[in-house]
């Protein structure tokens, strides 16, 4: 799904899709380590089907809020509703099926050293599904063509991959279940413009032809311009906006201005990127 005029800013600067829409809901979401609160009061909607751009300082708070959607670490407030589903509040069934709907690719996370690539593919499937091995290996083989890999690349170990190579097949194995949504934690970092380039590609390819909703925190400028369809910016422990490009340029904060119009970004915008044109739309 791409932005529409039905991007509206709310008085928070949070946009107001329709419900149907969302497939991932937070609300009030406060997360604290002791005396340090690091999420007060978020609120994020993510959209079925866009790529939304988790971005912000570092030490914000993105790998956080990212780790409490996937219910790795506790909140102390709030609700999230993933697929409808309050994953904190549901029993195991619902918690199973809310994760074999998922897939996730973790910044360093990196692929099990020991094993081959077609190896970890098949761990999830492994871990949820119940299918002979003869199948197992067809699914793994068809995710590895899918993520743009050659077929040896099903029996090389990680040691031997390229790092791009490596983002691929973890990449794989974060499709293995068919999931609705992928978590990309930085999926950019460590590859060189031209790889960055052509992972934002794939994904954007994965999206159109699958469907899937892409949710990835990234410092990647380029990732942020050309690939995502939306964009959620964390500052001061909250979402400070989300929407498309044009509300990030014409939003008024001191961090939001200094990254969307820094001269970084300057570099990579386009003279069409200007207020009233989406990301990727130019
Ligand atoms: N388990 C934990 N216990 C205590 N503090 C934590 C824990 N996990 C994260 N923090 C703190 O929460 C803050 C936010 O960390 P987080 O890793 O989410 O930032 P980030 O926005 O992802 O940063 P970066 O862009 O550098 O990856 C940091 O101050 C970090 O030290």
């Not at 099903?154 to 983002?167: C, Q, V």
Request: proline letters at 6%; one cysteine or more.
């Amino acid at each position: 799904m791409h932005p529409s005029d039905s991007d509206r800013p709310s008085p928070n600067g949070r946009a107001t899709p329709d419900d149907d829409d969302v497939i991932i809901r937070a609300t009030g979401v406060t997360v604290s380590f002791g005396e340090k609160t690091i999420l007060d009061n978020l609120d994020l909607d993510v959209r079925r089907g866009e790529i939304l751009g988790f971005v912000g300082p570092s030490g914000a708070g993105k790998s956080v809020l990212l780790r409490t959607i996937l219910g790795l670490n506790p909140k102390q407030a709030g609700t999230i509703e993933i697929l409808g589903t309050d994953y904190e509040r549901a029993n195991d069934a619902e918690r199973l099926a809310v994760e074999r709907r998922w897939g996730v690719l973790f910044q360093h996370g990196a692929l099990f050293s020991s094993l081959t690539v077609l190896e970890n593919i098949q761990v999830p499937m492994r871990e949820y599904l119940d299918l002979s091995p003869g199948l197992m290996e067809e699914l793994a083989r068809l995710k590895i063509d899918l993520v743009g890999l050659a077929p040896d690349a099903a029996d090389k170990f990680p040691s031997e991959l390229s790092g791009g190579m490596i983002k691929r097949a973890a990449l794989a194995r974060a499709l293995a279940l068919d999931p609705d949504i992928v978590f990309l934690d930085e999926p950019t970092s460590g590859l060189d413009p031209i790889g960055a380039a052509d992972f934002d590609q794939l994904i954007m390819t994965l999206r159109d032809t699958l469907g899937l909703t892409v949710y990835m925190v990234t410092h990647d400028l380029d990732s942020l311009f050309q690939a995502c369809d939306r964009i959620a910016v964390l500052g001061e422990r909250k979402v400070l906006v989300e929407g498309p490009l044009s509300m990030m340029l014409e939003f008024d904060h001191p961090w939001v201005h200094s990254y969307f119009r820094g001269k970084r970004a300057r570099t990579i915008v386009q003279p069409t990127q200007t207020a009233n044109a989406p990301v990727g739309a130019a």
